[in-house]
């Protein structure tokens, strides 16, 4: 696997041997890399050419043994000569006499003379190769003699190919330098990433995927003996060698023993140095004091065999230490007991906390021990050791780091190691986690403080419930802030959690109600903001010290709820504006106030205000608890949709939907009604039916369903399923239903976004034109109240859509002018196919193939399968009909190539022209060319005037296609 320019440079050799005489060649590399196979390769390959082959291996002992090398090299010699004759005779009887024990350190001259008669012999047809592996550990008499050897065969071809080992020259005798002296040099380097793939395709039973054999390389570094080791393992354990991340969990032995065992052997040093550094780089790298400290060993020693492991390979040469190899790495930590690398890591967490070390390169090593940490640590540290401890899953040990930096800790650093404790002891454990944050609460001395635990304690609560143990939370929570700017916040909780229980009417009015509510500072006095409850009061009623810090939440809750019942939204925006323009913390203390006024800015047509709030508040929900982080995703789907960026949408409301699963919501949850219902409108409108049933199915949403006005968007996205199938008399029942519900509950005929785009269509679908007709004029003035584009062209839209004829088209054409001008191409895509659809019944096809045309292109651009779909189809019925020379069929048969070459053509280019330009032959153009003139039923290029005049033909024969040039 690889090697093959190493291999091309030896037979290179070998024939400037022919030429020039005796060749040397050295091949170097790591441990593990390869030498001898890449010698063994060359050996083979030059027998197969006719080159006799002579293979030497030295071995440790060898440096030791006089002229050990010597033996070896006359019998593989006497072994190539013919049987008897003198020369392989003498060479017999040297090869026997330097086996004994008093053998002379000096061969003797007539072996000398024998050698060269057996090289000249050997070298009559093609060069023969010697190749020495380990040449670093031959003796000083081999070495010496080997020298004589090439200068004796000066004007024989002869390739000397030898290996030496990383590390081990300086030890080896002075003859060895004098053997390589100007010797061509190759060091090897790991394979790589491909080379690595086709190795490991090679010894497991099935090839690795890509993302599989590139961890590998990773860890190994491209070295074969430990891509041999590592698949081995992956025999062993084929369940865990399935995920790329479990490798990192492989510990080899032998892959310690092979690749530091020999540095522990030149200096009993090395070996500890490397694995002092294998627990010392857990943050990446290590450095030179620190491993002197850990190890031991004197910073001189330390020195000296760090230049050893740095010579063989094993580590980077640099001031940070690092091993180049990260399943060496795992195999020396690995290697060692619980307790010397807890003793590490705690080490090194200490050395790097007395040399100001960044926080996170202490907390790694803190974690990394199982030991608790104790002594004077700072609270920084101890934080972020506790994030580490969190992102594994250890929470325990969070907890235990948290508590130490909340008694080591003051000021800011105390409360965010306070808030940090509450979060982790309360996902530990929610009862006795709530019972320590409002014991925490009530040792609070600062608004700030109480602010955050509040939003803690509210975030729990809402996986609680507000019976059994949730009320007895309550209860105290509200002892603790009596007196206090939050003594309204049981209360506001309460009426918050109900939500989605009560009529949004009913729930503005028990937030308007609370006495602990003054206007905001502004002068501005919405309705929730009143303390007499009537909602047009000035607030002017009692009002606690501090009472202003519930009024952010509280206005976002209240301006959700107007906005869903209320014709004219512009007072519910207002309302939406003033709460996100409050610190995050106050909008915090309840965890549907932040997505509440972030759907209202979305809903009413203020898209790209209500993205900015939620890049600039959204981050907070990071590491929060998942209620929150559903609901924000909620509200981040919902301006996704808005702006119809569908795939996006997507995206928020399958992790949406992922969250409510880790926090185990039940079936009827608000927050997973939604996003279901959210979700499955979403498929459809990408084409997905087959998805969108699945998932209602999944979640049980295809029979009847339970009370709650929430149910709203599983109605409309099953109206839309059932219409998409044909069933209109189901579609009629659910929008039916989905009505009522709404005028149960008070809500506001023209719904949301997702009804705004299709309900109008749906009800005319289903036969009641009249009511359709109603809505339609009731969006138009909703559209009109929001002083929105988006919503002023979706509304003229939709109009045009139930009022055909010459009004239709009127209205149609004013929704599209808008629409151009906002961005987003979905609710232009939308008007354009209606605009198109009413062209067609209008007896106009070649406009309406032109409208037809751009809203299919628009529709793919922003992923609406579903309304891409219905407009080709209509472009193909409408096509039978327009007056032109080629038909719509003819061009949507054209493959890409043979578009992208007829649209060269039409622009004037020469056949030549398009082939140097496509970079393609001359004979594929015309190929291309006469296929596309057969499937369009012209002639050549003198019918081109004629076969496109319908600029709906040309759009869409150009659509995305590059330009030749």
């Known amino acids: 696997m690889g090697r093959l320019e190493q291999l091309r440079a030896l037979h290179d050799a070998c024939r400037v041997s022919t030429q020039a005489g005796p060749v040397r060649y050295v091949v170097t590399g790591e441990p593990g890399v390869g030498r001898t196979a890449l010698l063994g390769a060359f050996a083979r390959a030059s027998r197969e050419r006719g080159s006799a082959t002579v293979a030497l291996v030295c071995r440790r002992q060898d440096r030791h043994t006089p ?22 005779a003498r060479l017999r009887h040297a090869r026997d006499r330097l086996r004994t024990p008093d053998a002379r350190p000096e061969p003797d001259p007539g072996l000398l003379a024998a050698v060269g008669g057996a090289v000249a012999a050997l070298t009559s047809g093609a060069p023969l190769v010697l190749t020495v592996d380990d040449a670093d550990w031959a003796d000083a008499g081999s070495l010496a003699f080997l020298q004589r050897v090439v200068e004796v065969c000066a004007q024989h071809p002869v390739v000397l190919a030898v290996s030496l080992r990383l590390g081990e020259p300086p030890e080896a005798p002075a003859e060895l330098a004098e053997l390589l002296l100007d010797a061509d040099q190759a060091a090897l380097s790991g394979l790589s990433e491909r080379e690595t793939a086709l190795l490991l395709r090679t010894v497991l039973p099935r090839g690795p995927a890509a993302g599989l054999a590139a961890a590998c390389h990773r860890l190994t570094a491209g070295n074969p003996f430990l891509l041999g080791e590592l698949a081995g393992w992956m025999r062993e354990h084929p369940h865990e060698a399935r995920d790329p991340a479990r490798l990192e969990t492989a510990v080899l032995p032998a892959v310690a023993g092979l690749m530091t065992g020999r540095a522990g052997r030149l200096d009993p040093a090395a070996a500890r140095l490397a694995g002092t550094i294998a627990v010392a780089q857990t ?10 400290r850990l190890s031991g060993v004197e910073l001189t020693g ?10 063989m390979r094993l580590v980077e040469d640099d001031n940070a230490l690092r091993l180049r190899h990260p399943l060496l790495r795992n ?6 007991t619980l307790m010397a690398r807890n003793a590490a890591h705690l080490a090194t967490a200490a050395y790097l906390y007395e040399r100001q070390a960044p926080a996170e390169w202490i907390a790694d090593h803190l974690v990394a021990s199982t030991v608790p940490p104790e002594g004077a640590w700072a609270a920084g540290v101890l934080r972020r050791a506790a994030g580490s401890a969190r992102a594994a899953g250890d929470d325990a040990r969070a907890l235990r780091c948290l508590r130490l930096a909340v008694q080591t800790a003051s000021g800011a650093e105390h409360l965010r190691a306070a808030l940090e404790l509450a979060d982790v002891h ?7 986690g709530l019972g320590s944050a409002v014991a925490m609460l009530a040792r609070a001395t600062d608004d700030t403080t109480r602010r955050r635990l509040l939003g803690r304690i509210s975030d729990a609560l809402y996986g609680v419930g507000p019976a059994g143990n949730g009320q007895r939370v309550l209860d105290r929570v509200a002892a603790v802030v009596e007196g206090t700017g939050f003594h309204g916040w049981p209360r506001l909780h309460d009426v918050v959690s109900r939500l989605f229980e009560s009529p949004p009417a009913s729930t503005a009015k028990l937030v308007e109600d609370l006495p602990a509510l003054p206007p905001p500072p502004d002068g501005h006095t919405p309705a929730t903001a009143t303390a007499t409850g009537t909602g047009t009061g000035t607030g002017t009623g009692h009002v606690p010290a501090g009472g202003g810090e519930l009024h952010a939440a509280a206005t976002a809750v209240g301006a959700f709820c107007h906005w869903l019942v209320d014709e004219d939204p512009r007072e519910s925006v207002r309302r939406a504006r003033w709460a996100l323009g409050r610190d995050i913390d106050e909008l915090d203390l309840q965890p549907p106030a932040l997505p509440a006024a972030l759907t209202v800015l979305a809903e009413a047509g203020r898209h790209a205000e209500a993205a900015a709030q939620a890049r600039r508040l959204g981050a907070a929900a990071h590491g929060r608890p998942e209620p929150r982080r559903t609901a924000l995703l909620l509200a981040r789907a919902r301006i996704a949709l808005a702006e119809g960026g569908l795939p996006a949408a997507q ?21 997973l009604v939604s996003a279901v219902g959210l979700l499955a409108d979403t498929l459809l409108s990408r084409g997905d039916a087959p998805g969108a049933e699945a998932l209602l199915r999944r979640h049980r949403q295809l029979g009847e369903l339970p009370a709650g006005w929430y149910y709203r968007s599983v109605l409309l996205a099953r109206a839309r399923l059932w219409a998409a199938a044909g069933d209109l008399p189901a579609a009629g029942r659910d929008l039916a239903e989905l009505r009522a519900r709404g005028e149960e509950a008070g809500l506001r005929a023209t719904g949301t976004v997702a009804w705004r785009m299709h309900g109008v269509q749906l009800l005319d679908q289903v036969g009641r034109a009249e009511e359709a007709r109603r809505l339609a004029l009731e969006q138009l003035r909703y559209a009109e109240a929001t002083e929105s584009a988006y919503e002023r062209g979706r509304a003229l839209r939709v109009l045009g859509g139930v009022s055909g004829g010459a009004e239709g088209e009127r209205l149609l054409r004013e929704a599209v002018e808008l629409l151009e001008t906002v961005p987003g191409p979905y609710d232009l895509a939308h008007a354009l196919g209606d605009l198109g659809c009413l062209l067609t019944a209008l007896d106009r096809p070649r406009e309406a193939v032109a409208a037809l045309t751009r809203a ?3 529709a793919e651009r922003c992923g609406a399968g579903a309304l891409a779909a219905r407009v080709r189809q209509q472009l193909l019925s409408t096509d039978e009909r327009a007056p032109q020379y080629v038909s719509l069929r003819g061009v949507l048969a054209l493959t890409p190539r043979e578009r992208q070459i007829l649209v060269d053509a039409m622009r004037g280019l020469t056949n030549k022209r398009i082939a140097a330009t496509r970079q393609i032959t001359r004979r594929t153009v015309e190929l291309h060319l006469s296929s596309a003139y057969r499937k369009l039923g012209i002639g050549g290029r003198g019918d081109f005037p004629l076969a496109f005049r319908n600029p709906g033909l040309w759009t869409l024969l150009t659509d995305g296609t590059p330009v030749a040039r």
């Open 302 to 311: 330390t020195l000296a065999a760090l230049d050893l492991l740095v010579r």
């Open 426 to 432: 309360i996902c530990i454990d929610p009862a006795a």
């Open 856 to 858: 299919a292109r628009l």
């Open 331 to 336: 195999a020396l930590t690995g290697g060692m």
């Open 283 to 292: 943050h990446g790298s290590a450095d030179t004091p620190l491993v002197a």
């Open 67 to 88: 002229a050990a090398l010597v033996g070896q090299l006359a019998g593989a010699l006497a072994g190539r000569l013919a049987p008897g004759s003198p020369q392989e």
């Open 651 to 671: 995206r928020l409301l399958a992790e949406a939907l992922e969250t409510t699963a880790v926090r185990g919501a039940h079936p009827h949850d608000p927050l």
